[in-house]
């Protein structure tokens, strides 16, 4: 038996919020602040309140979150998301973590419309169990915190919502607003508990009690004071110490920096390990705060740890997740991931390079680094980690919290190489001998959803319908050949074969498609026409759009009479063409010259042209059928990229019970499993695992190549309609699709940089030891899933 380890990636699509069939929502009184239900229209009938989609950047992201909550014995996650329609109202989903996706149980979901509170833009969402059931949290930009009480079954309780503002707890802070302008971001808060919240609201960096509404401004001057008072015989304390509790302000109080981001760091044992809160200020120092709110709402000790490798705070951007840190405790050491995007290049060594192709290489404005020491000891070090150049933003980054040594796992939106679309980048930094992390990554392979988008984009600029339509209908109208192509497409977007973008096979939702239609089509409405079903609009619209199209050919065509004296007012006509002429114009090329030859026939038989004008006809009907599929295949791209906005990548969390990572995107929940799987295999069955390995490694070469994956994609196509003709029971393969699909493995097998010389012999060894009988039985056997689940 031979053991072999295998990286694995699954993106698995666990809920879309914006296509429930029938949404149960509440919405909140402004008044009573009480819930009542309100009834909803069934996905794709209800009116998009807005003319385009929202700013994802500005609207969508504080919305997004996942919690684990324990309900009973059993361990839920309560997953929520702005709608892309309706970002002011929120999507609830509530599943079991250990059988979200095994026992294909259904999440209870839930809409959340908080319109009438009249909140700011949501920065950041939590939810925590308590025993009567679920308590959920929401904060806006100005520090306002409004809390929802739901039963274990994610039904309203009979609780007024809380309403908790931020002059509620700073009594000061309306004031200081207006001079500093500033407002939270979701990096700038930190909940303790469900009841107890450590935030940085500029200039103050504060605990929150929200129960009692009151806060606790830090000091590191008060804290320090503290260390040094507990650790000798004196007890002195500053004489501002009243003023702290009570929140005041107080010049000795604003002793540092305003914050620009902070954590809570976890730990393996968090009953018995310490807890500590770190901050990342605007000078670039960072601090680890120890805290015990049972204790003290204010920190019991603080030091400052190493910044000297960090970015100076001038280069910082100002975009969303531009600072981000992270943290876990291992015993008595500690580690602290911080993210740092700039604007421009830090040092020399971040400028642009010509690679060895002649390619202007330019390396990523995200840093990453990893600061490491002993609880027990004052001094830290800083590691920093080499960062993909295609790494664009920060989703997310956590330390593994089910690994026993230190291994930093983040995720980054980039851009993909091969194509230039935004995607998806898995990131781990496993454990190092020499530093407590490798400064070099390992990325995880391609399962992700947009590796799926990217094939089914290929796929779609692959498509082609038209020449076999004309060959095989030789005999029939244009109309009769318009007909068919229109029924193929409407058959390909409502009734798909292949794998999409989404993860599934559904069609995509009705709002991507009135979006994609009134972006390519002028006059078109982004709501649902009365009395038409979606493919009757669908169809309608693209005859309009070819209606649209001839009419311009024709008027183009059309010539115009010029004199040779040209008065003033002619230039002032505001007629080009006659109206009569216009209204006797054909709208089809094909038909204007099958129209004007019909009463000539014997004519044009005795000019002796009869060959070149049917030659001219069926350029023009070629050419008008060429037209038509490409207005098809624009529509299909414009729908795809609909659907890569709602593919946008919000937030990510990972569970601290399973190595699972759940991704919140901008219009679905996955939940992605990246292990390191040690499988089991015979000896006599490796030969199969060989051929499974140069399999994986030829396809991965030909969807990296946009020929190759064209190709591969259009004879893809052309298979699966002859099954779906059932073609292969009356007459056997077409030999040229043989031959191409033969000589497109051989291209890639030649040009493949995956596969070494002594791979190609190792591969030519293997298939000389096996039979016909083997060959067939590897092809037909299914494939294992080794995501263990």
Known sequence: RSQINIETMAEIPLVYPSHVAQPRRYVVDGHTLTLRREEVAPAGLEPSRKDSLPILEDELPGSASVSEILLGSQNYLLSTCALMENPEILSLTLSPASSSISDGSSPRMLELDYRQLELQSIVKVEAFSESAGIRLTLVDCQGTFVTV????????????????????????????????????????????????????????????????????????????????????????????????????????????????????????????????????????????????????????????????KLPVPSTWSDSRNAICLCSRTYDTTYAVGVHIKTEGFVNGSDAPVEDGDGMIKTPSDCHLYVLYGNTQESSSSCAALSVPDDAVSLVGMSFSPTESRCSLSVLFDSLDGGHGFPATMHLVYPPSIMSIVSSEPVQAGQGSLDTVASAERSRIQSLLLGPSLLDSMTESTIEEIMHEMDAWYLKYLFRPMFPRGTG???????????????????????????????????????????????????????????????????????????????????????????????????????????????????????????????????????????????????????????????????????????????????????????????????????????????????????????????????????????EDLTALARSALIESQDLSDADHDRLNATLDRLGPSQMIEWIQETPRDLTGM
């Open 149 to 308: 009480f739901f039963t274990q079954h994610l039904t309203p309780v009979n609780e007024a919502c809380r309403v908790r503002k931020a002059t509620d707890y700073v009594a000061e802070l309306a004031v200081l607003q207006q001079v500093t302008g500033s407002e939270l971001q979701a990096t700038m808060i930190a909940f303790v508990n469900a009841s107890t919240v450590i935030m940085a609201l500029s200039p103050f960096l504060m605990t929150v009690d929200l129960e009692s509404s009151a806060s606790y401004c830090w000091s590191e001057t008060q804290c320090l004071e503290d260390m040094r008072a507990r650790q000798s015989s004196f007890t002195s304390l500053l004489t501002n110490v009243s003023d702290l509790v009570l929140g005041k302000l107080n010049d000795q109080v604003m002793d540092m920096s305003p914050t620009s981001a902070l954590c809570l760091s976890t730990a393996s044992n968090p009953l018995l390990d310490s807890s500590y809160c770190i901050t990342l200020h605007s000078d670039g120092s960072i601090r680890q705060w120890k805290i015990d709110v049972s204790v003290s709402s204010l920190p019991l000790e603080v030091r400052s740890l190493d910044n000297t």
């Open 504 to 738: 599934t096979v559904t069609p995509p939702s009705p709002g991507c498609i009135h979006r994609a239609l009134a972006k390519l089509i002028h006059g078109s409405s982004i709501s649902k026409e009365a009395g038409l079903s979606l493919e009757l609009e669908v169809i309608r619209k693209m005859y309009e759009w070819r209606q649209r199209d001839i009419r311009k050919l024709v008027i183009a065509m059309t010539p115009t009479r010029k004199s040779n004296r040209v008065s003033p007012r002619a230039s002032e006509s505001p007629s080009i063409i006659p109206d009569e002429a216009i209204a006797a114009t054909p709208f089809s090329v094909y038909d204007a010259l099958v129209q004007a030859d019909s009463p000539d026939d014997e004519e044009m038989e005795g000019d002796g042209n009869t060959v070149q004008n049917w030659e001219k006809i069926e350029q023009e009907r070629s050419a008008e059928v060429e037209a038509h599929e490409k207005r098809w295949r624009r529509f299909l791209l414009q729908v795809w990229e609909e659907e890569r906005a709602g593919r946008t990548p919000l937030f990510s969390k990972w569970l601290s019970t399973r190595p699972i990572q759940t991704i919140v995107r901008a219009n679905a929940i996955t939940i992605v499993d990246i292990t390191s799987v040690q499988e089991q295999r015979e000896g006599s069955l490796q030969w199969k695992v060989d051929l499974d390995s140069f399999a994986l490694r030829l396809m991965n070469s030909i969807e990296r190549d946009r020929k190759q994956s064209s190709r591969l994609h259009a004879i893809e196509q052309q298979v699966s309609n002859i099954i779906a003709k059932a073609q292969l029971a009356l007459q056997p393969l077409e030999q040229g699709l043989v």
